[in-house]
Protein backbone atom coordinates (compact mmCIF):
# COMPACT_ATOMS: atom_id res chain seq x y z
CA UNK A 1 0.00 0.00 0.00
CA UNK A 2 1.73 3.47 -0.93
CA UNK A 3 1.07 6.41 0.51
CA UNK A 4 -2.00 8.05 -1.12
CA UNK A 5 -3.48 5.03 -0.47
CA UNK A 6 -2.83 5.31 3.56
CA UNK A 7 -4.25 9.21 3.27
CA UNK A 8 -7.18 8.48 1.22
CA UNK A 9 -8.08 5.91 3.80
CA UNK A 10 -7.32 8.21 6.88
CA UNK A 11 -9.84 10.31 4.97
CA UNK A 12 -12.66 8.28 4.69
CA UNK A 13 -12.28 6.81 7.87
CA UNK A 14 -12.62 10.24 9.48
CA UNK A 15 -15.99 10.97 7.46
CA UNK A 16 -17.05 8.00 9.44
CA UNK A 17 -16.00 9.05 13.24
CA UNK A 18 -17.57 11.07 15.97
CA UNK A 19 -17.66 14.72 15.02
CA UNK A 20 -16.06 16.53 18.23
CA UNK A 21 -17.60 19.07 19.23
CA UNK A 22 -15.38 21.61 20.02
CA UNK A 23 -16.69 25.06 21.92
CA UNK A 24 -15.38 27.73 19.14
CA UNK A 25 -17.79 25.81 16.46
CA UNK A 26 -20.20 25.57 19.12
CA UNK A 27 -20.06 29.29 19.94
CA UNK A 28 -20.28 30.09 16.02
CA UNK A 29 -23.50 27.92 16.11
CA UNK A 30 -24.81 29.72 18.60
CA UNK A 31 -23.86 33.47 17.08
CA UNK A 32 -25.63 32.47 13.65
CA UNK A 33 -28.55 30.82 15.30
CA UNK A 34 -28.60 34.26 17.01
CA UNK A 35 -28.59 36.13 14.01
CA UNK A 36 -29.98 33.90 10.88
CA UNK A 37 -33.80 34.66 11.79
CA UNK A 38 -33.47 38.38 11.16
CA UNK A 39 -31.01 38.11 8.03
CA UNK A 40 -33.77 35.51 6.35
CA UNK A 41 -36.60 38.20 7.44
CA UNK A 42 -34.54 40.79 6.26
CA UNK A 43 -34.05 39.11 2.81
CA UNK A 44 -37.17 38.15 2.03
CA UNK A 45 -39.01 41.12 2.98
CA UNK A 46 -36.39 43.14 0.60
CA UNK A 47 -37.14 40.58 -2.03
CA UNK A 48 -40.95 40.97 -2.36
CA UNK A 49 -40.89 44.82 -0.98
CA UNK A 50 -38.50 45.18 -4.30
CA UNK A 51 -40.77 43.20 -6.25
CA UNK A 52 -43.86 44.75 -5.40
CA UNK A 53 -42.12 48.08 -5.76
CA UNK A 54 -40.66 47.21 -9.71
CA UNK A 55 -44.43 45.87 -10.28
CA UNK A 56 -45.35 49.47 -9.25
CA UNK A 57 -42.65 51.00 -11.85
CA UNK A 58 -43.68 48.37 -14.48
CA UNK A 59 -47.69 49.97 -14.27
CA UNK A 60 -46.59 53.21 -14.10
CA UNK A 61 -44.37 53.41 -16.71
CA UNK A 62 -47.14 51.64 -19.13
CA UNK A 63 -45.23 48.56 -19.56
CA UNK A 64 -48.64 46.45 -18.46
CA UNK A 65 -50.91 48.80 -19.70
CA UNK A 66 -51.52 52.24 -20.86
CA UNK A 67 -54.06 54.97 -19.10
CA UNK A 68 -54.84 56.83 -16.26
CA UNK A 69 -56.50 53.68 -14.47
CA UNK A 70 -52.52 52.18 -14.55
CA UNK A 71 -50.62 55.07 -13.72
CA UNK A 72 -52.65 54.93 -10.42
CA UNK A 73 -52.39 51.02 -10.01
CA UNK A 74 -48.47 51.84 -10.23
CA UNK A 75 -47.74 54.52 -8.47
CA UNK A 76 -49.97 52.90 -5.00
CA UNK A 77 -47.67 49.49 -5.42
CA UNK A 78 -45.14 51.38 -5.63
CA UNK A 79 -46.09 53.34 -2.33
CA UNK A 80 -46.87 49.75 -1.13
CA UNK A 81 -43.62 48.38 -2.34
CA UNK A 82 -40.87 51.70 -0.88
CA UNK A 83 -42.97 51.36 2.54
CA UNK A 84 -42.37 46.90 2.87
CA UNK A 85 -38.36 47.89 2.01
CA UNK A 86 -38.40 50.73 4.81
CA UNK A 87 -40.13 49.21 7.34
CA UNK A 88 -37.58 46.11 6.86
CA UNK A 89 -34.54 47.72 8.37
CA UNK A 90 -36.21 48.67 11.70
CA UNK A 91 -37.80 45.05 11.95
CA UNK A 92 -34.42 43.98 10.96
CA UNK A 93 -32.35 45.63 14.27
CA UNK A 94 -35.83 44.69 16.00
CA UNK A 95 -35.46 41.25 15.24
CA UNK A 96 -31.25 40.51 15.74
CA UNK A 97 -31.44 42.48 19.02
CA UNK A 98 -34.24 39.80 20.22
CA UNK A 99 -32.24 37.00 18.89
CA UNK A 100 -29.04 38.53 20.86
CA UNK A 101 -30.95 38.95 23.67
CA UNK A 102 -32.31 35.28 23.78
CA UNK A 103 -29.01 33.43 23.20
CA UNK A 104 -26.54 36.02 24.93
CA UNK A 105 -26.25 34.05 28.40
CA UNK A 106 -24.98 31.05 26.83
CA UNK A 107 -23.00 32.82 24.03
CA UNK A 108 -21.32 34.82 26.75
CA UNK A 109 -20.68 31.75 29.18
CA UNK A 110 -19.74 29.70 26.48
CA UNK A 111 -16.91 32.68 25.16
CA UNK A 112 -16.08 32.97 28.86
CA UNK A 113 -14.79 29.20 29.23
CA UNK A 114 -12.98 29.24 25.55
CA UNK A 115 -10.89 32.53 27.54
CA UNK A 116 -10.40 30.56 30.17
CA UNK A 117 -11.91 33.33 33.02
CA UNK A 118 -13.72 30.56 34.55
Same mark, same amino acid.
Not at 4 to 12: G, Q
Not at 32 to 48: D, N, Q, S, Y
Given at each position: /? @??????????????? /???? %? @?????????????????????? %????? *???????? /??? *??????????? /????????????????? @??????? !???? =????????? !???????? =???
Amino acid at each position: /M @NDLDKVYAESVAKDY /MPKE %T @NKVRQLKKLDERAKLPAFITAM %TLGVI *GTLIFGTG /MCF *GLGVFGTGAIF /MVIGVLLGIVGAAVCII @NYPLYNK !LLKK =GKEKYAFEI !LELAKEIA =GEV
